[in-house]
């Protein structure tokens, strides 16, 4: 599945113009920071964080057996598997809130250099105004 999602996500940035492709990478830092605060605000809000551990599952699959005359059957194999698993975990509220703080003066400096990037990716890639026939 997520091989998938890569694939389609290359596909589309394929497509991209080389302004969209310099405005991404403009903002991708910006967007780094906000998605860090947005997970910060909610550990705050629920007041524990949350954290992903590896847990270990057997499962039943199909798996092709080959029989004692040399032909092969569907039959079903157990699998050891590995799922994350998401769990609450203690925190220290003050410390994330001094996280939040520092992220949101991080945010600051990051928009005015996003700002001028992307000022920068508008006059190095101006947009180029289509006529209808």
Same mark, same amino acid.
């Given at each position: 599945?997520?091989? =998938?999602?890569?694939?389609? =996500? /290359?596909?589309?940035?394929?497509? /991209?113009? @080389?302004?969209?492709?310099?405005?991404?990478?403009? =903002?991708?830092?910006l967007r780094v920071?906000?998605? &860090?605060? $947005?997970?910060?605000? /909610?550990?705050?809000?629920?007041?524990?964080? !949350?954290?992903?551990?590896?847990? $270990?599952?057997?499962?039943?699959?199909?798996?092709?057996?080959?029989?004692?005359?040399?032909?092969?059957? $569907?039959?079903?194999?157990?699998?050891?598997?590995?799922?994350?698993?998401?769990? @609450? /975990?203690?925190?220290?509220?003050?410390?994330?809130? #001094?996280? !939040?703080?520092? !992220?949101?003066?991080? #945010?600051?400096? =990051?928009?005015? #250099?996003?700002?001028?990037? &992307?000022?920068?990716?508008?006059?190095?890639? @101006?947009?180029?105004?289509?006529?209808?026939?």
């Amino acid at each position: 599945m997520r091989a =998938l999602a890569l694939c389609a =996500l /290359a596909l589309l940035g394929a497509c /991209a113009t @080389p302004r969209e492709l310099c405005e991404a990478d403009a =903002l991708r830092e910006l967007r780094v920071i906000d998605a &860090l605060a $947005s997970d910060t605000e /909610a550990t705050l809000a629920r007041g524990y964080g !949350l954290e992903r551990e590896p847990v $270990s599952v057997w499962r039943m699959r199909p798996c092709p057996r080959r029989g004692k005359d040399g032909r092969i059957y $569907s039959g079903f194999c157990q699998v050891r598997e590995v799922e994350m698993r998401t769990r @609450p /975990a203690a925190v220290d509220l003050a410390a994330e809130r #001094r996280k !939040l703080a520092g !992220l949101k003066e991080k #945010r600051t400096e =990051l928009a005015r #250099r996003a700002a001028r990037d &992307l000022a920068i990716c508008r006059k190095t890639y @101006p947009e180029v105004q289509r006529q209808n026939p």
